[in-house]
């Protein structure tokens, strides 16, 4: 049966990258992982830090010239569920009654996502991840 195996990531759109960097690593001790840089642009986009085990904080640009973000998303964006068959699971959700909002489909990261929300409207990513991912480079590496 196909499953949910962990939170992947949390993603949290920050004021500060440098501050936020400097907390994140310096502070609390995770080790930065990679960064995706926005796709249209190539603009400064998403830092991932390492935290261990598979999983990840994703810290996202509160915005630039080019991506402009209100202070309204500053804060907590989203959560990020890891699944084994993202296939399975989306029709499962579905089948449940619940709305997939995006997806399945392959993101600039080469993982499978989709998307849903709880019943107050957070959302909620669902992730394969593929073995040409960032993620899964990182988790390889930093996981020794």
């Known amino acids: 049966m196909e499953k949910i195996t ?3 990531h949390i993603a949290i759109t920050v004021k500060d990258m440098k501050k936020s960097l400097d907390f994140y690593t ?41 991506n402009p973000w209100s202070e309204e998303l500053r804060g907590f964006n989203h959560l990020c569920l890891q699944v084994d068959d993202i296939q399975s699971v989306v029709e499962r ?22 998307w849903t929300k709880d019943p107050d409207g957070i959302r909620v990513e669902l992730m394969q991840i593929d073995k040409k991912s960032p993620h899964y480079q990182a988790i390889q590496e930093l996981s020794r």
């Open 26 to 66: 310096r502070i609390l001790g995770f080790k930065k992982a990679f960064e995706i840089p926005e796709p249209q642009t190539g603009a400064p986009w998403i830092e991932y830090l390492y935290i261990g085990g598979g999983q990840f904080i994703e810290l996202f640009y509160n915005g630039t010239k080019d």
């Open 6 to 8: 962990g939170i992947a």
């Open 93 to 114: 959700i579905k089948k449940e009654g619940a709305e997939i909002t995006d997806g399945p489909k392959q993101g600039c990261d080469n993982n499978w996502q989709a």
